[in-house]
């Protein structure tokens, strides 16, 4: 069932969240929304802010882990949001819609000879989420690169629809976060990038592939890592993982992946109370062993979750 809004945007119902995660795994939005343009995007937001949904954006949801209950509220997804919008604004600044996936970015930036985000390339998220996430990453003796290294300045809409310019001096950036000055969407951002070749840009993207495939463990669906790496501790969270000898402990349809600690897989039937019982499982067992927190890096979406709206 679907609602129609004053705009031709429509608001479904009950829509199952599982395929829209990496994960696979959720219960149904209460409401559902893919705005193409921005007078749709706002017209949602009104319906939110009169009937007082609480909004949830969702990029590529490759970060995040519904509850089996799903979520009351409404679900922003912004995948269609601008798709194929990047454009050159200047020599050297990309500007790109929110929606664009970071693969594409990359395909893009090659083609015009610049380089500097080839880190992002292979990151299964799109250009909103990986503000929101402050996404990095870095090949074994190569510096560790975050979104934020690159980004000029993004265009963002409020919760009441309104937009605003912000340049990146005024986000704050940590460990796979950003806080907005404002509350709001990320609609677009542009980043500043340098002159390369494209062979150059070609062999990093290669590089960084080659890489992934031979740390991380791809052969099922996952949100990537689920804990953060401990600040300043000479171990990372997978190194901790394995030391307690998670890997390939089940429960349910998810497991530790036995090729990266740090990774739980769902194997086919995963549920959201697998995936949550495997981690407050890790968080015990390195706790008791090592005395240190492990804190998650997905974001766990349920009615209690607290979003921005
Ligand atoms: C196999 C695999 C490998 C991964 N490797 C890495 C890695 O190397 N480095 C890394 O950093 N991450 C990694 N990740 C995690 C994930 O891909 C990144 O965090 C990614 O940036 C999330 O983007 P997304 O579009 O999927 O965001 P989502 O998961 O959909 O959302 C993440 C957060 O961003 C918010 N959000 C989404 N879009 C917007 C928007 N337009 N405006 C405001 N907020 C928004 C959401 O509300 C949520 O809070 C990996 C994941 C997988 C599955």
New binding site residues.
């Given amino acids: 069932m679907s609602l129609q809004l004053s705009s031709k945007a429509h608001l479904s119902r009950n829509v199952p969240l599982a395929s829209y995660?990496?994960f696979k795994v959720g219960g149904v939005a209460q409401y559902f929304s893919e705005p193409t343009t921005c007078l749709e995007l706002s017209d949602h937001l009104m319906f939110a802010h009169n009937t007082k949904q609480p909004v949830?954006?969702?990029?590529?949801?490759?970060?995040?882990l519904f509850a089996d209950s799903g979520f009351r509220g409404l679900v922003i997804h912004?995948r269609k949001?601008g798709s194929d919008q990047l454009t050159i604004r200047e020599k050297l600044f990309v500007s790109v819609s929110?929606?664009v996936g970071?693969f594409r970015l990359n395909l893009f930036c090659q083609n015009a000879g610049l380089s500097g985000a080839e880190f992002l390339c292979h990151?299964?998220?799109?250009v909103?989420?990986?503000?929101?996430?402050?996404?990095?990453?870095g090949r074994k003796g190569t510096l560790h690169r975050e979104i934020k290294d690159i980004l000029h300045s993004i265009r963002?809409m409020d919760f009441k629809g309104l937009q605003h310019e912000i340049s990146k001096s005024d986000i704050k950036f940590s460990y796979?976060n950003a806080q907005f000055p404002i509350k709001?969407?990320?609609?677009e951002a542009i980043f500043v990038l340098t002159a390369r070749s494209t062979q150059y840009i070609k062999n990093e993207i290669y590089e960084n592939f080659r890489y992934?495939n031979l740390v991380?463990d791809?052969s099922h669906p996952?949100?990537?890592?689920i804990f953060k790496n401990v600040c300043n501790y000479p171990k990372t969270s997978g190194q901790l993982l394995d030391a307690v000898g998670m890997r390939g402990v089940c429960v349910g349809g998810a497991m530790i992946s036995r090729k990266h600690a740090n990774f739980i897989l769902n194997m086919g039937e995963a549920k959201a109370s697998d995936i949550l019982a495997l981690m407050k499982m890790s968080q015990k067992r390195v706790f008791d062993e090592f005395g240190v927190q492990l804190k998650p890096?997905i974001?766990y979406i349920s009615d209690s979750y607290e979003t921005q709206s």
Avoid: D
């Fill in positions: 995660t990496t949830l954006v969702l990029g590529r949801g490759s970060n995040l912004m949001f929110a929606g970071l990151i299964p998220g799109t909103g989420g990986a503000i929101q996430m402050n996404a990095g990453f963002l796979r709001g969407i990320v609609l992934r991380q791809l996952s949100a990537g890592s890096e974001r």
